[in-house]
């Protein structure tokens, strides 16, 4: 029997994770985990984020569901906890609002009637942090974001060259993006 292989969860800012819609799976082992190619390259099947609890809700009908919203410095993420995610769940029934909060997840994603793809994370482990962690995950997640879209400048591996031909990536946007998160740090000072 192979051995077990998690994958490694990847920072990704939210714009970045909300502007993902390019899903791939090996379609011949129906166990192959799914991924989301971002537009600065990163192939994710897990993430880490850290970001502000704002908002929650049990949208269950028949037994808890919590939605959260976690907001980072370029926008928010969508965090869904159910029976199968139990302790994610009653992180998000406790939680006071509003928190810093730590999310290493899996991504899923949903694709509307009208073609949209959605992307939402299920966390396999929530918790609250503090400000100075939160702080760290932006400016680690600001160099590799950094990082990745230098490669797709330079088209240096096949998932970059993807991504720049799927989202013709606006490399001025992403830039844009990671500039505008570590100065809400300096904001915060």
């Known amino acids: 029997m ?8 990847r920072r990704i800012f939210a714009q970045e994770l909300k502007d993902s819609n390019l899903t791939s799976r090996d379609e011949s082992d ?36 919590w939605r959260g919203r976690v907001s980072d410095p370029t926008g928010s993420f969508l965090v869904y906890a159910g029976q199968y995610q139990p302790e994610a769940a009653q992180f998000l029934s406790d ?10 997840g899996k991504t899923s994603t949903y694709t509307t009637d009208d073609g949209n793809v959605l992307t939402s994370i299920r966390p396999e482990s929530i918790q609250q942090v503090d400000e100075l962690t ?3 995950w932006v400016l680690d997640t600001a160099k ?5 879209i230098e490669a797709v400048e330079a088209g240096e591996d096949q998932n970059s060259k993807l991504a720049k031909e799927h989202y013709s990536t606006d490399i ?3 830039r ?7 100065e809400s740090l300096k904001e915060r000072e």
Request: contains cysteine; proline residues 4%; neutral net charge.
């Open 176 to 182: 844009s993006m990671v500039k505008k998160a570590l």
């Open 30 to 65: 129906q166990y192959a985990p799914q991924y989301v190619l971002t537009p600065t390259g990163a192939k994710v099947n897990r993430v880490f984020l850290v970001g502000t609890l704002i908002e929650k809700e049990d949208i269950g009908t028949d037994s808890e569901y």
């Open 144 to 148: 590799q974001t950094l990082e990745r």
């Open 134 to 136: 939160r702080n760290l």
């Open 95 to 104: 939680c006071e609002l509003p928190a810093f909060v730590a999310v290493v």
């Open 172 to 174: 001025g946007h992403y």
């Open 2 to 9: 192979a051995g077990f292989f998690r994958e490694a969860a």
